[in-house]
């Protein structure tokens, strides 16, 4: 079982449209999360990431962390095609020398 | 800073031959990942680097796999001997310790053994 789960989709949402996407974690001493965009045939790129339970936004998105549920979303408001890729969950276990795991991706697709 | 640079970037080679993927992270970085995408198994992690040392290889698949960091300058990972199931993008990504900070990946190393 992998330590980041995401459901792989796709997630299909209607331009302007919110997209929400979901991340669960099973290592309890990640300490920071982080959420990647990839194009397809393209590298990860980073959106954003947070540390500390409650929302954290950025522009169109926001993302969300609950230690406890040990859960991470990212919702994306205002959706556009252009924001049609696959979007990577990833852990960081600072006490761990710094292991960064990803979860397998959620290929969300946003219609005209 | 150019970033993370992988070579080369694609690679064909037949069944059994040696492949060796190089990696140069980003200047000042201290961790280096070696990842494997594929669709069926998403992003694997590998093996990765701290300060040059292996902390943690347990995602290496087979002793085919093996992968160094000489200096804090290049890394490489190498499989002897390729299989069709190698067949995957490899990317590898660098970044400074800390909880706050992002890894930066490469461009990928496409492989198809045939």
């Known amino acids: 079982q992998k330590e980041v789960e995401q459901n792989s989709g796709p997630l299909s949402v209607p331009e302007g449209a919110i997209a929400s996407l979901n991340c669960t974690y099973s290592?309890?001493?990640?300490?920071?999360f982080f959420w990647y965009r990839q194009y397809s045939g393209k590298s990860p790129e980073l959106i954003m990431f947070?540390?500390?339970?409650g929302d954290k936004e950025d522009g169109r998105f926001t993302a969300q962390l609950n230690k406890a549920s040990q859960y991470v979303s990212l919702l994306i408001r205002d959706s556009q095609p252009s924001d049609s890729a696959t979007y990577l969950c990833a852990s960081l276990n600072n006490n761990a020398g710094n292991m960064l795991t990803f979860g397998g991706g959620t290929r969300l697709m946003v219609k005209p | 800073d150019a970033g993370v640079i992988q070579s080369p970037r694609h690679e064909v080679t037949e069944m059994g031959q040696e492949v060796t993927l190089r990696c140069k992270p980003i200047s000042g970085h201290n961790s280096l990942f070696w990842y494997r995408q594929t669709m069926m198994r998403g992003l694997e992690l590998l093996i990765y680097f701290n300060n040059n040392v292996p902390i943690d290889d347990s995602g290496m698949p087979e002793d085919r796999f093996s992968a160094k960091m000489p200096n804090a300058s290049f890394s490489t990972l190498k499989i002897q001997p390729s299989e069709p199931r190698d067949s995957a993008v490899y990317f590898c990504?660098?970044?400074?310790?800390?909880?706050?900070?992002?890894?930066?990946f490469g461009q990928g190393t496409r492989l198809t053994v045939v």
């Open positions: 290592d309890r001493g990640s300490q920071s």
């Open positions: 947070i540390y500390s339970n």
């Open positions: 990504a660098s970044s400074r310790t800390g909880m706050n900070t992002e890894a930066f």
